[in-house]
């Protein structure tokens, strides 16, 4: 673990010294995307297939807040050591009168996030921290995407992708993040015959983050894309690193408390956890 924890500083400490002022993101946007809402700090595009891309720029305030179902109880023993909580799956919309009661006319969206069993409760796959607390580490360890993992770290205005340990025993605390989220690198889980694959090769609705600069984090919600193209997409954006997140029927977008992108199950998939997107502030405020 503190081999771990010394590997990430020193990437952090490398970090600062490459980019120190954190430099602007001016990517060439894409012919077919359209900006259709621009708030402080957050721009809003689409393109006629109905994908999403949110651009937060951190310099300006603008950022994303982990979001957890209600823990109820304990789940089976945690991969990496540490806790294992379940938490009780809700509608996206639950997520977001939760999040817009906390940050009022300033909650700007809402989407899927982690991985998890589809039991409810229900636990999370990969390890997650919020507000400094490692809330939990997982069921799955490296029974699932195993080597392919990545973490996206969110500290006070700026954020990272880094790889992901598999032999670190994670224990509570131990991330050097604010908030921490465990995803798949971008060409991880593409052998279709594993049972845990997401259908790399098929046009299925995916959730992917991508970061550039330590200043930008770009969003991609999309209804249909393969594994590729939707990495493709966020790094014609301008972003430097890709992970994908849950996928298939929990990939859902809300904003300004209104469906953009609908879960494409029957019924609209509960989920245990989301992320929340906030708008910077405006000068003079």
Known sequence: MGKYIFLLSFAFLLSFLLYPSF???????????S????????????????????????????????LLGEPVGEGEAAAYGGENPLFQRQTLQQFWLEFSQTFGEKAFSVYNGQFFNLKNPSALAFPVQ???????????????????????GLAENWADILPFSEDSN?????????????????????KTVEWYSKEPLKERPRTF??????????????????????????????????????????????????????????????????IGVFEGQKKGE
């Open 170 to 190: 994670f224990q509570k605390d131990s991330f050097p993040f604010d908030h921490a989220i465990v995803g798949i690198r971008e060409d991880g889980g593409t």
């Open 209 to 274: 983050m991508g970061v550039a600069n330590f200043s930008h984090i770009f969003i991609l919600t999309s209804p249909g894309k393969t594994q590729g193209d939707a990495a493709k997409i966020l790094k014609a954006f301008g972003a430097e690193k890709v992970m994908m997140l849950d996928g298939g029927g929990s990939t859902q977008l809300i904003i300004k408390g209104i469906d953009f992108v609908s879960s494409s199950d029957p019924t609209p998939r509960t989920i245990p956890q989301a």
């Open 35 to 66: 900006l259709i809402q621009t708030v402080t700090g957050i721009k809003l595009y689409r393109n006629p297939k109905g994908d999403f891309i949110q651009v937060i720029d951190l310099s300006q305030g603008a950022s994303i807040e982990v």
């Open 130 to 152: 919020v507000k400094g607390k490692l809330i939990t580490t997982g069921y799955a360890g490296n029974t699932e995407f195993p080597g392919e993992k990545v973490v996206l």
């Open 23 to 33: 430099p602007q993101v001016n990517p060439a946007i894409p012919a077919e995307f």
